[in-house]
């Protein structure tokens, strides 16, 4: 019963774009997808391993930033600008991380966000990557996927951007059944503890660190040759790792589904305000964030994959109660 509702809800994914065709609908799924991806990522490194980053916009920069560069300047498909993106995140996460990671709790998330602000503001006085004006990615036509570019149709970035969500679902469901998220799950739980049983604590969340930065460039890449230009403001504001972090945490960090639960809720209800109230009620998605924030923090800290998971409880109980009664009649 569940694989036949989970291939219906497979097929119904891969139909959208065939039954809506206007690019709003489409926009609002590619943006699920997209961010219930950076999530994913991030939850590997918070949500397994237990390191709290806020400065994972860093990794989607460097993403955008690289592959844009490339294909400016050296005429490189984006492609490989993405694979180049993804490996320079993860060299900048290992230097980051050496120091970091000697701090714990709430002194290694404020680290982050430190880092994250000395990458923002050194981009925003660099001429060569266009410093506070950006950078425009070249248009290229004929539309073409070598060249990561459709002007005519939503659809195929719909079906890339699906693609970078099942690959970071697949690259965390490989890790959740790895001797490795044990690791990650027993750093998390007690690092001192997981020391003293031999598990090297350091390496453990190095690799957790980078795991985490290549998924997440590869989303910054995607990204740029969607909206097709980039600068410091849009790819490496402390608001989006603050974005990132929200999402995993209000569908439910630690868990395989819960950041795309997180990004089903979320990312709608952004774009909607967006749409409906304009400039005039910019902030008004960030305050109802804050309020569903605050609420699943006080009611529900497992966010919204632990309020299914406690439905699901109840209804075991009440069917083996009502089992029960009528065996007993």
């Known amino acids: 019963m569940r694989r036949a509702a989970a291939a219906l809800l497979l097929l119904a994914v891969l139909a959208f774009p065939l039954v809506f065709a206007r690019p709003f609908p489409r926009h ?9 991806a950076l999530a994913t990522a991030w939850n ?3 949500g397994y391993c237990g390191q709290i980053s806020l400065g ?3 990794y989607f ?4 930033y690289t592959s844009t560069f490339l294909v400016r300047e050296a005429a490189l498909t984006p492609w490989l600008g993405m694979l180049v993106g993804a490996a320079l995140a993860v060299v900048v996460s290992q230097a980051i991380g050496y120091p970091v990671f000697r701090l714990r709790g709430h002194y290694f998330a404020i680290a982050t966000i430190g880092f994250g602000e000395i ?3 050194a981009v925003l006085n660099w001429d060569l990557v266009g410093g506070a ?20 149709s939503k659809a195929v970035y719909y079906y890339l951007a699906l693609g970078l969500l099942a690959l970071a679902l697949g690259a965390t469901r490989w890790i959740e059944r790895s001797r490795r998220g044990y690791y990650f799950r027993a750093i998390k739980e007690d690092q001192d503890a997981a020391a003293s049983l031999g ?3 350091a390496r453990e969340k190095h690799a957790a660190m980078a795991a985490s930065a290549a998924l997440t460039a590869l989303g910054g890449t995607f990204w740029a040759q969607y909206v097709l230009f980039i600068d410091p403001e849009s790819v490496f504001p402390l608001s989006l790792s603050i974005l990132i972090c929200l999402v995993a945490v209000m569908g439910g960090v630690g868990s395989l589904w819960g950041p795309l639960l997180g990004a089903v809720v979320l990312v709608p209800l952004s774009e909607g305000t967006r749409v409906l109230l304009g400039g005039t009620g ?7 964030y804050g309020a569903l924030i605050m609420a699943i923090a006080v009611f529900q800290p497992a966010g919204l994959m632990g309020l299914m998971r406690q439905l699901r409880g109840r209804r075991a109980v009440a069917a083996r109660r009502d089992a029960r009664r009528e065996s007993a009649a």
């Open 199 to 201: 598990v090297r604590v």
């Open 282 to 288: 910019k902030a008004l998605d960030l305050l109802i």
């Open 133 to 152: 004006r950006g950078l425009f990615v070249p248009i290229k036509r004929p539309d073409s996927l070598l060249n990561l570019q459709f002007h005519d």
């Open 44 to 46: 590997i490194l918070a």
């Open 56 to 58: 994972h916009a860093v």
């Open 119 to 121: 990458v923002q503001t």
């Open 28 to 36: 609002v799924m590619i943006m699920i997808f997209l961010y219930g």
């Open 61 to 64: 920069g460097i993403g955008a």
